[in-house]
T-cell receptor
Framework: NAGVTQTPKFQVLKTGQSMTLQCAQD?????MSWYRQDPGMGLRLIHY???????DQGEVPNGYNVSRSTTEDFPLRLLSAAPSQTSVYFC?????????????FGPGTRLTVL | GQQVMQIPQYQHVQEGEDFTTYCNSS?????IQWYKQRPGGHPVFLIQ?????EVKKQKRLTFQFGEAKKNSSLHITATQTTDVGTYFC??????????FGQGTTLQVKP
């Protein structure tokens, strides 16, 4: 099992450019989520999905879109990048959305928007 | 909204000293999960506490859940350089959302 994989590892964008951060898991997990991590602010939830075809907003969804067409993949789209979106992005998955489920995190994507 | 406050933000200790980080909430927590993130790495699950007053140990790490389920702590006995990193507490909601504290970054001087 590869677990949770993310691509790319690093990305530099110019303001206004668009891009998609890829996330995939091979553990047949129903629940997937995206977080951003900024210094001193911990991890903040952007969007999450409880299964294929179902997505919902987290704490900081503005500027980001997601879709979940398969169980395995949960891409995060930045339609028009802004410097405020410079951050480290983590994808995570768990078996279900149950309270006792462990979340498994991917290695992260470090994004810089100039 | 739901908030989990974690203190201190940073802690520098000499190798061999003890370390404690605290997680506090104004509302009753249904559960607490603890994660460790090494520098440049990703969060890795350490443990989960569910019951009031629960205490769990992992080698030199001791995790506690308060009697009122409004606070939790992680205590490391005799720190080692391998303990360096950021420790996060988080509550998992009934919708699956994981709400993180701000984290405590531990530096250990050899």
């Amino acid at each position: 099992n590869a677990g949770v994989t993310q691509t790319p590892k690093f990305q530099v964008l110019k303001t206004g450019q668009s891009m998609t951060l890829q996330c995939a898991q091979d553990m047949n997990h129903e629940y997937m989520s995206w977080y951003r991590q900024d210094p001193g602010m911990g991890l903040r939830l952007i969007h999450y999905s409880v299964g294929a075809g179902i997505t919902d907003q987290g704490e900081v969804p503005n500027g980001y879109n997601v879709s979940r067409s398969t169980t395995e993949d949960f891409p995060l789209r930045l339609l028009s990048a802004a410097p405020s979106q410079t951050s480290v992005y983590f994808c995570a998955s768990s078996y279900s959305g149950g309270r006792t489920d462990t979340q498994y995190f991917g290695p992260g994507t470090r994004l810089t928007v100039l | 909204g739901q908030q989990v406050m974690q203190i201190p933000q940073y802690q520098h200790v000499q190798e061999g000293e003890d370390f404690t980080t605290y997680c506090n909430s104004s509302t009753t927590l249904s559960n607490i999960q603890w994660y460790k993130q090494r520098p440049g790495g990703h969060p890795v699950f350490l443990i989960q506490l569910v019951k009031s007053g629960e205490v769990k140990k992992q080698k030199r790490l001791t995790f506690q859940f308060g009697e009122a389920k409004k606070n939790s702590s992680l205590h490391i006995t005799a720190t080692q350089t391998t303990d360096v990193g950021t420790y996060f507490c988080a509550e998992r909601s009934n919708t699956g959302k994981l709400i993180f504290g701000q984290g405590t970054t531990l530096q250990v001087k050899p």
